[in-house]
């Protein structure tokens, strides 16, 4: 376990404002639900009556019932949180990779038009007006890239306007649309 993950997960989550609410609004709901519908209910006297008196009476034990009500949400709602997060930290690491990547990555549809890029590859792309994948990989390569047979895995190409090799590979998504990772190989 990655206590140090967990810790920073629980200071965020705690440090989220809309925690607090929550546990307000559900806190209010269940105090009043239990100290004073369910008194209403159960008798006809007045419920803000008996919970002045069970205050009188048991001060120590009606505030505590009264704080455990707007408690238990604020600690069910920081661990479900933090747990989820937790579980699906690979998840949150790896889904800003495009952005981080200083080489470029991009998603294009089957016949070359670019769906997503990421934030470094945008840049590149902008800068040498690129809008299809064939202008950075060429049409050869990219109908390798696209064929059924895909034989063109760890190839390399030459990008002339940057004077750069990339190492190219790929791979297709569930949407029938191709990821494209290239790597920057060094000047020989």
Same mark, same amino acid.
């Given at each position: 376990?990655?206590?140090?993950? !967990? ?17 307000? $609004? ?78 470029? $990555? ?23 007006? !690129? ?8 049409? !050869? ?22 004077? $750069? ?24």
């Amino acid at each position: 376990m990655d206590y140090i993950l !967990i810790r920073r997960l629980l200071v965020e989550k705690l440090k989220d404002r809309g925690t607090y609410t929550l546990a307000f $609004v559900v806190g209010t709901l269940i105090n009043s639900y239990g100290q004073l519908l369910v008194p209403w209910f159960r008798s006809d006297t007045n419920p803000f009556t008996q919970f002045a008196e069970e205050l009188s009476l048991r001060p120590g034990l009606t505030v505590f019932s009264v704080f455990i009500a707007y408690a238990f949400p604020l600690c069910v709602s920081t661990y479900s949180v933090v747990v989820s997060r937790y579980r699906n930290r690979r998840m949150e690491s790896i889904s800003d990779f495009p952005d981080k990547k200083p080489d470029p $990555v991009f998603r294009a549809t089957r016949d070359g038009q670019i769906v997503e890029v990421g934030a470094e590859t945008q840049v590149l792309f902008d800068k040498h007006n !690129i809008k299809q994948a064939q202008a950075i990989i060429g049409n !050869i390569l990219w109908d390798e890239l696209c064929s059924p047979e895909h034989h063109a895995e760890g190839c390399s190409v030459y990008f002339q306007p940057e004077d $750069v090799h990339y190492l190219v590979r790929c791979s297709p998504t569930a949407e029938n649309q191709i990821n494209v990772y290239m790597a920057q190989l060094p000047k020989i």
